[in-house]
């Protein structure tokens, strides 16, 4: 049950796929060379391998305890945590000046990936202090800045995201907990706020819950909401953690997974601190404008928890390759003298192939996603910067809904190639399937990613970045056209074959994305809720074609990079089987997919006589 | 979390779809008139949704526990199994002459069903002990019958199936355990066994294991293993349990599911017994026939876990329909005043639609395979017996193999539904994603159905059965083109619609299957890796297009009725709205499998280069 990291196809992807030299090239990483980064990526390796993920299991089995409101941690749990404060892995993607390293999206996307994968409920509360700080740093005054940016991004303290309450979970509305202003103009809140992640521990010396709430007079609604800070102890004039604030720890869950990271029902306002009646709290940005503010920050969170999908996944099937090529059990299909490794089953190969095919398809598309971002924020040219952020943003439902579904799936399939030893906890196989499953849930299920993806991404412009992503993937098929018919006549039939069919269920993909927009297009006036009876298949359609076009692109640089004599030859074998097996069995999915997309009126018709509702 | 038995749709199966009229008019079932299969069905719905379904949730949070080698479980789990005894419904399907009541195989699946969806842990314990009668009324001597079977047909005593060894798991030819003869004819076992579904209890006064092993003269591989009965207290003359076996739990699994169930490893001949070295055994019928006999129970076995997965989908669907009609959160998409219950929204109906018929479908071609099994039994007619027990073989893989992905798939939407909540563990719904996961590996891998649907039941008559369904299946497709057009002559234009892309999707997959089968056939000879690099495909895809078919039938035996003034109106549209859901969501997934399938060559090919074997 180690990890390795796969730098070598992070490597691939970064410098081939993503564009990582076009990312360094922009102004204001000119002290990241290609160098640096790959020191970087070495030095998260060995953190992540030594320090994280032998944590995984026994944070598993060891959940942290609650007693009067505390929550303890593992002792090797909080050494691993000051292990990771004093490497400044907090900081990486965060700016100089606040005492991070200022490095792109698209390397921090690497170094989070691999912490994720050592350990998804190790990486939980980093991930949660990165959306504080960026919420910090975009919406805050100077002054919550200049108190708590440089201790969350030393890592000395670390942040919540409170959002839920018992009547309001995916719709924000329902929101009830309160907030009201104080003559010094600080806040008073009270309520209950769930699944806080988090939400208490005994990790570091404070913690900065940011958290929704409402002002006696504001509006009902989503436009009634207002963003605060409310730290567990308030902060001394010398910047130091002081009297403790009314923010309770009433419970932890009992989860399926990650049990590991501490879920907390918070209670604000029960009297229970040192600050006399409700939680103190000083407002982010305006009254009102809370939501506004959490959907700045979104994309960035919802990117974040498609790359913890993406780190089970390589986590699951590493640890499925291994136990499979271990494993001695029955002979060979075509014949051998005794019993073989699994690993040769053709259907231990064809599970092994989809979970890693999966895994690299789904970095790929989120690494360029990143390497998009970073082009956005710091391209010099607007129409460039504007075209990538429209490709990041359409691709951040995608990245975060495809990726976690596709970690169900393939941490499901990691158990079964376990056989019967997966179904047993200590293989720690069933661990990965247990986890993986909070991931298209929380964050916005893949249902709010779906709505996203089509009705802010995809019908808001008209389809029209769809459009463009359609015809550059045309242009990669016709670039396979040439690479089939040049291994063709190379006499490398076996290859051309390959080509061939990656390139047909590829183009075959991208009729089906093509006609199931034609079919949202001529819907969304008329009948919504057929366009959105198809909305989550339309989106998993959408990441099966991203995937495939990625893995096409893969194939290209892998032929180009062997012609060249570049790179190590068994890899980029390797790269090519996986991108021909995603040719071969994920991307005719996008047929299946389309054609219920297509019947969106048909369905909406008939569920509605299904005694459903 | 209750559980209600779903008489209406299994009345609706029995008779519309499986023929149970034509059942019961075999001679055999004289006595068994359809009056009587339903006060059968309404008892037993009584019995367990009263009895088994309260002890589920109370079984995961409290297992079985194990003390120097005896399992103790909780006293409402020892009341409910001697309350199913005393009920006789352990003999439901068993022969009047041993104490059963001698139904037909489709009556008992009913009930089965309906046990394992209220309490999965609970019936594995009748599930095996089945299998133990099925086993000694086949192949064993009489005085073994005599002995054992009508406690067990009783339930005062339950069976186990001991196969599986550490090193012998898929792979039963590394067998170790070993059988010695003794003077007096039995023998004397020793080794180990584990993952011995309960293997060791409180629940009756003894446990009878069926035990593989080998003798000391026996060929090597699987033509060496003879099968043994090891009864945990051997039998005194007066047919009573006597001295204690050396038969030993020597510990309980911790398993990721099924945590009710107790999971043992046993130690055979490890003298802790009264009978001094090794455990006392009896062989059942020929020495080195062990696997063969392993065999003839095997459909039934396989056919048992295949129902599981109906079971546990079931019980998925009901807990996440009652709480998305329950839960309210979000307005309606096509705009509502308030927030509406998430029934009401596009995805989640997609999701619940997804779950219901998927089980639906599950069970139509489980029920009709049970049908057929009857009528191989029981038909007078020897053709027509030879054709229903092609047929019943046929899809025993089948259903073993897709209606367990099909409860994985259900139960995973299950948590999805509940959102957060579902990730908590008290909700329930994460118990059926846990217990769910291990239905696809015991009893046969999915990938080992495969080989069987492949090896054994589709190339063995060189696809003649595969095809014959074919066409009876263009004969459904036939009958709704008329309905199709009947439906458009009346004005209908809705039902008209939906049945015209059930049965163009119904076509299409019939196609895909057609292409398979042709794809298989031709590589069989000369690349038997091709064909096995797609077996589990094919079996999804066989799956998918057989549940369809069944499916396809509800809606013309729907309408018929409709016509004919029969039926409860609201049942039949609902019936016919998830027909057409899975028509439009469900069908489609055969033409992916499909190009799966015939991609077979080329994957193979690349899989050797994929660094995997």
Known sequence: MTYTVPLADIRFVLKSLAGLDQVLAQPGFEDVSPDLVDAILEENARFVEGVVAPLNRAGDMHPPTWRDGAVTTSAAHV??????????????????????????????????????????????????????IEALLTVGSEQLRQTYVPKLVSGAWTGTMNLTEPQAGSDLALVRTRAVRQDDGSYRLSGQKIFITYGEHDLAENIIHLVLARTPDAPAGVKGISLFVVPKFLV????????????????????????????AVLLYGSGKGEVGEGAVGYL????????????IMMNAARYAVGQQGIAV???????????????????????????????????????????????????????????ARDLAVHHPDADTRARNQAFYEFLVPVVKGFSTECAVEVASLGVQVHGGMGYIEETGAAQHYRDA??????????AIQAND?????????????AQAMLEAMG????????????????????????????????????????????????????????????????????????????????VLACRKMARAGEGDAAFLQAKQATAFFYGAHILPRAGALGAAVRAGDIVDTWAARANIT
């Not at 075509?334 to 999966?358: C, F, K, N, Y």
């Not at 808001?460 to 970045?465: C, E, I, K, S």
């Open 79 to 132: 050494e691993a945590f000051k292990a990771y404060a004093a490497g400044g892995w907090q900081g990486l993607q965060h700016p100089a000046q606040w005492g991070g390293q200022g490095l792109p999206k698209v390397v921090a996307a690497c170094a989070n990936e691999n912490i994720n994968a050592a350990s998804l409920a190790f990486s939980l509360c980093p991930l949660l202090t990165d959306g504080v």
């Open 236 to 263: 001394t004039a010398q910047g130091e953690p002081g009297a403790r604030n009314d923010v309770w720890c009433a419970s932890l869950e009992h989860k399926l997974g990650i049990h590991a990271s501490p879920t």
């Open 284 to 295: 982010v940005g305006e009254e009102n404008r809370g939501l506004e503010y959490m959907f």
């Open 313 to 371: 996944s390589e986590r699951a099937y590493q640890q499925a390759l291994a136990y499979a090529r271990e494993r001695v059990q029955g002979r060979a299909i075509e014949g051998s003298a005794g019993p073989v490794a699994i690993a040769h089953h053709p259907d231990v190969q064809r599970m092994l192939l989809t979970m890693r095919a999966l895994t690299e398809a789904t970095r790929a598309v989120a690494y360029a996603a990143a390497a």
């Open 437 to 446: 499953r909070i991931l298209p849930i929380y964050e916005g299920t893949t």
């Open 453 to 465: 993806l089509i009705g802010r991404k995809l019908l808001r412009d008209g389809g029209a970045t």
């Open 475 to 554: 242009g990669t098929a016709a670039e396979l056209d040439a690479e089939a018919a040049a291994a063709q006549a190379a006499g490398q039939q076996e290859d051309a074959a390959a080509i061939g069919l990656l390139r047909d269920n590829l183009r075959r993909a991208m009729h089906a994305q093509a006609e199931a927009l034609g079919f949202m297009r001529n819907q969304a006036a008329g009948n919504v809720r057929a366009v959105f009876a198809g909305s989550v298949p339309f989106l998993m359609l959408t990441g099966v074609l991203h995937g495939g076009w990625q893995m096409a692109r893969a």
